[in-house]
Nanobody, 127 residues
């Protein structure tokens, strides 16, 4: 699976962005998908994940709950991250990741659980 993120950019605090992650390869609907981020000088951290079946089977970090929304369109092999009410602390490189899931409800949150990663897209939130 190859993953390509897009949609990053510069936005003012309080603004919004929508990230996309397009997957190539087969059986996209067999993968749980996640978003991670890495701010300058910090370790990569979990943001949100969605099960291979999508829908309400999601897991959010406390820092983004209520502001970010993950969704997926298995017909388009794409996962989305809608980011609202952005704050400067959201500034980071955002990475999309894929995990081959044995069950339809699995929402992994640890980086080592993911086998495939995109190259990342930069999100900068100005104050």
């Amino acid at each position: 699976v190859q993953l390509v993120e897009s949609g990053g950019g510069l936005v003012q605090a309080g603004g919004y962005l929508r990230l996309s992650c397009a997957a190539s390869g087969r059986a996209f609907n067999k993968y749980s998908m996640g978003w991670f981020r890495q701010a300058p000088g910090k370790e990569r951290e979990f943001v949100v994940s969605i099960s291979r079946s999508g829908g309400m089977n999601t897991k959010y970090s406390d820092s983004v709950k209520g502001r970010f929304t993950i969704s997926r369109d298995n017909a388009k092999n794409t996962v989305y991250l809608q980011m609202n009410s952005l704050v400067p602390d959201d500034t980071a490189i955002y990475y999309c990741a894929a995990n081959y899931a044995r069950t339809g409800f699995y929402t992994p949150s640890l980086a080592h659980e993911y086998s495939y990663w995109g190259q990342g897209t930069m999100v900068t939130v100005s104050s």
